[in-house]
């Protein structure tokens, strides 16, 4: 590979983690900060002059005349400023001098996910102007949510533990919820196999007879039996392959009735690294140092996918030009092809929810007729919205023999689009 890093970045409102690919072990290898611990406190602290992070501003924050700094992400995102000695800085440079100092150690960043609880524009902006400033190319750098991060650490497990659905648990001080990777039925009838993650129940730390933290032996037991029915009812005619916890709140046993039913014939894990790994894998997927895999599916993700006919290498194949399972805001690309007809050419659609596919014919009235092959166009794919997709074509000319003319066409195909296909698929 050789290329630079490939990291996983798990960020949220209390703290950070990361995950590198190991080319030696091949699979990604969390940064351990000290005993066996890979989180970073989310913080900054202020004292004469000078910025530390992490644990470091904590311990700083015991000395008096020094600032400490919480909630940097949802100040940044809030373009928040802290006032310090008569001098103003924006929260979002402190983040994005956080986020430098956590990955300073990496000489050179190839291309970096972060993973973050929940996903939205905001955030996405945000993250992706950090990564820039750090000197990461825009097209290297890519958000995801936790979902679509468990999803891909779990594509690279052993097959049976997700044969059927697979289960994952996350509990802090406010909230326990639970989420089931499944496989999606589709009208698709290639060989590609479709998942999703759903979250199914939640419930609030209250209705646990606070959990977290257990001191009292009653109280413990009343909210083993709680999280066991939680569980049941959450099994209840399902299929589970394996179970994964994490968060703080099951870092106490104080559920050893429930963890008897998770791994009733099944196996369980338990963890904080997870997200920081599937979000590595995804960079890995991206960079392509990874074979293509399943295909994970939310209802941010492209159902539809949009191909050309091409010859490679004596064989006829349907090229994706707009590929499903891609966000939309990720997908304009450009490709230069060899046109054997000059007439024309045709798109075609394959919907995901419907299991049909449509044909678009895009003519190339007006252009000059070529012999085969010494047609070169150049396509330009664009997304004005997650339903709207531009496509043009250009020619670009072929070499000495036939100058660029001018010609191009646009097309403009309105797509599905967030409108509740996803949610037909079962």
């Not at 993250?127 to 000197?135: A, M």
């Not at 039913?261 to 894990?269: I, K, S, T």
């Amino acid at each position: 590979m050789s290329r630079g890093s490939i990291i996983g970045y798990d960020i949220n409102t209390k703290m950070c983690q990361i995950s590198v690919y190991n080319e030696n072990l091949q699979e990604p290898e969390s940064v351990d900060f000290g005993r066996e611990n890979f989180q970073i406190p989310l913080v900054a602290n202020y004292y004469k002059e000078e910025w530390t992070y992490g644990k470091n501003a904590i311990r700083m924050g015991s000395v008096k005349g020094s600032v400490l700094i919480e909630g940097l992400l949802e100040k940044a995102l809030n373009k928040e400023r802290v006032r310090i000695d008569e001098e103003e800085y924006e929260v979002v440079w402190i983040l994005a001098e956080f986020i430098h100092q956590t990955l300073k150690s990496f000489d050179e960043i190839y291309r970096i996910v972060f993973t973050v609880p929940e996903m939205d524009e905001d955030i996405r902006y945000l993250l992706k102007g950090i990564g820039q400033r750090l000197g990461i190319g825009k097209e290297n750098i890519h958000v995801q949510d936790y979902k679509e991060s468990f999803c891909h650490y779990m594509f690279h497990q052993p097959k049976e533990l997700w044969q059927y659905e697979s289960a994952l648990f996350y509990c802090d001080k406010e909230v326990i919820c639970a989420y089931m990777l499944r496989e999606l039925k589709t009208g698709n009838k290639g060989r590609e196999c479709f998942v999703t993650v759903e979250k199914v129940a939640d419930a609030q730390m209250s209705e646990l007879e606070q959990v977290y933290p257990v001191l009292n032996i009653e109280k413990a037991k009343a909210a083993d039996e709680h999280f066991r029915r939680f569980i049941q009812n959450i099994f209840n005619k399902k299929t589970i392959s394996s179970v994964f916890l994490t968060g703080e709140g099951f870092e106490n046993n104080w559920y050893p009735n429930s963890l008897r039913v998770l791994c009733n014939g099944r196996r369980a894990f338990m963890g904080n690294n997870l997200y920081s790994k599937g979000a590595c894998y995804t960079a890995l997927y991206k960079a392509k140092e990874m074979p293509d895999g399943p295909i994970y599916l939310d209802d941010s993700k492209l159902t539809e996918q949009i191909s050309i006919k091409m010859r490679v290498n004596g064989e006829e194949i349907m090229y994706p030009l707009v590929t499903w399972g891609a966000h939309w805001y990720e997908s304009d690309k450009e490709c230069e092809v060899l046109m054997e007809n000059t007439e024309d050419v045709e798109l075609y659609i394959d919907s995901l929810s419907t299991g049909k596919r449509s044909v678009e014919v895009v003519s190339f009235q007006g252009l000059q007729e070529r012999t085969n092959y010494a047609l070169r166009l150049r396509i330009r794919i664009t997304f004005e919205n997650e339903r709207t997709c531009k496509i043009v074509f250009e020619d670009v000319g072929f070499g000495e023999f036939f100058p660029p003319s001018g010609f191009s066409v646009e097309r403009v195909i309105e797509l599905g689009g967030s409108n509740g296909q996803f949610n037909s698929l079962s």
